[in-house]
């Protein structure tokens, strides 16, 4: 067996990691078992994507990562989901700090834990000589604090955020400073809108979906910077939608994409002056190929205006009508009194 391992280091590295790559798990913990370089192979392979759910039981794992830098630093992609109410000691969260430390070569992290526990990332944010140059996503379950703030320091390459922790009322939701130079690359953002805000203004992101707040005027300008590069925007907002359209068809006129939630209270159902307005505020948005209003999504069509020009014209979702009843019965004012 030696000798078979001998050869085959000989192979080209790239045609080894090839080949390993297509290895189920039982043979590469075979080959952890043959020779020191097919070992170190094997462990990149295998560690390489991390999942730890509520139905995986292998916390060991964690601890396994926390003791064994070399192993962490091994791991590409990590992701665990633990249930808000699932006991969890505190040792445990220690460790996953250590790791998470420990795991400089990540592209993409994910960790679904409760709300207060965002201290996992302060050992990594800390400490000066730790870098996550390669990680290009991150999503997380905790309010943007300061070891959020702090950990996304340590990502300059970061191309996507995710924070879906949404503040109650009673929260107060802290917003801290963070300079233009951290995450530059930031193309994505879906989460709150404070966040949004301290985010978006001083970055040219193509994708923001609000999952809170109330959306204004004012905070579509702010969103929107001097020169809006956004393509993508969710949002929900109290005020009557006409108003906050024509901001964004003013403020961000490359949307492709554009969904806007309204938790007013209409005491009238919309009438059709109210949907040739807002097909009117939409034709001049010229790249929207996409629209929803509080879930209606709404049609469209491209037609020529000229003989050089072609525009998208968009149409009412649907005419509000009411069935007329059929085969119904006509009672006498008194006649319901005597049902009984």
């Given at each position: ?180 130079t951290v995450v530059p690359h930031l193309t994505q953002f879906a989460g709150p809108q404070h966040a949004a805000l ?97 879930g209606m999504h709404w049609n469209s069509s491209k037609q020529k205006i000229s003989e050089s020009e072609e525009r ?29």
């Amino acid at each position: 067996m030696n000798h078979i391992s001998q050869y085959t280091m000989l192979l080209p590295q790239e045609l080894l990691d090839n080949v390993f790559s297509h290895l189920p798990t039982n043979d590469l913990l075979a080959c952890t078992r043959t020779s020191s370089p097919l070992t170190r192979i094997a462990q990149r392979h295998l560690f390489r994507n991390i999942s730890l759910g509520t139905t995986t039981k292998n916390p060991l794992v964690v601890l396994l990562l926390a003791r064994n830098p070399h192993l962490a630093r091994c791991v590409r992609s990590f992701q665990i989901r633990l249930e808000p109410r699932s006991p969890v000691f505190r040792s445990f969260y220690d460790a996953l700090a250590t790791a998470l430390a420990n795991m400089t070569g990540l592209t993409s992290l994910e960790l679904h834990l409760r709300s207060c526990s965002s201290s996992v990332l302060r050992k990594a944010a800390l400490n000066p000589d730790i870098l996550y140059p390669r990680l290009r996503q991150f999503t997380c379950s905790f309010p943007f604090d300061t070891n959020v703030v702090n950990f996304l320091s340590k990502t300059p390459n970061l191309e996507s955020l995710s924070l879906d922790h949404i503040p109650t009322p009673d929260d107060s939701p802290l917003t801290p400073c963070i300079p233009p130079t951290v995450v530059p690359h930031l193309t994505q953002f879906a989460g709150p809108q404070h966040a949004a805000l301290a985010l978006v203004p001083s970055r040219s992101l193509v994708s923001v979906q609000l999952h809170d707040g109330d959306l204004t005027e004012d905070i579509v300008e702010a969103l929107a910077g001097d020169t809006s590069s956004l393509l993508v925007f969710s949002a929900s907002t109290s005020s009557p939608p006409l108003p906050i359209l024509r901001s964004i068809s003013s403020s961000m006129s490359k949307l492709m994409y554009l969904r806007l939630m309204s938790t007013q209270n209409f005491l009238d159902v919309p009438d059709r002056t109210f949907f040739i307005e807002v097909a009117d505020v939409l034709y001049d948005i010229l790249d929207l190929t996409a629209f929803e209003l509080c879930g209606m999504h709404w049609n469209s069509s491209k037609q020529k205006i000229s003989e050089s020009e072609e525009r998208r014209i968009w149409t009412t979702p649907y005419e509000i009508t009411f069935p007329t009843p059929t085969n119904s019965t006509e009672f006498d004012d008194s006649e319901p009194f005597f049902a009984y």
